[in-house]
């Protein structure tokens, strides 16, 4: 019963910390692309809370950020991928990076303006639907370059990668 309950503890305290990472860096890479964030911030609680569920039960493979421009190109397209092991140390400590970050997002390419943006999620299997959230089609990314950052954040159980899409 013990082992149940620290182990439900410890994967909510990681779906909640990598949720709180994942929407963080994307407020952070919206507003230094100067892209209007007033959606992102009307549908947070639901993001978050959707996002954070799926972590929980370990459904989510990737949040995508799609940027369309005027021209109608999308571009940049940036993911952060979910990955999941079977076993977490408690003692763990959650990490994540953000002045390593801000110096990978300083890389950016800038967009014009007037560009919007969506969130998609992939899955890796069966997950729970969640309000506000339904099937989407997602930009390809072919014929756009990439950069992998690397680890974003990590805690017990679960980390997130962020790669970069552009042209």
Known sequence: MTSTYTYSYTRAHTA???????????TDILADLGIDMDRLHHDWMQNENAIK????EGSLDTVVVECRQPSGTV??????PVSYTTSGD?????????ARA???RAKFDQVPTGTTHRLFCTFNGPR???????????????GLRS???GTLGSAPHASTGMRYHHS
């Open 16 to 26: 909640t910390h990598l949720t709180d990472v994942i929407l963080g860096t994307i």
């Open 147 to 149: 950069i992998t950052f």
């Open 75 to 80: 571009a940049p397209v940036i993911e952060f």
């Open 53 to 56: 569920a799926w972590i929980e």
């Open 90 to 98: 408690g003692n763990a400590e959650f990490t994540a990076s953000r």
């Open 102 to 104: 801000a110096r990978f």
């Open 128 to 142: 729970t639907p969640q309000p506000g959230w339904g099937p989407g089609q997602r930009a390809s990314t072919d």
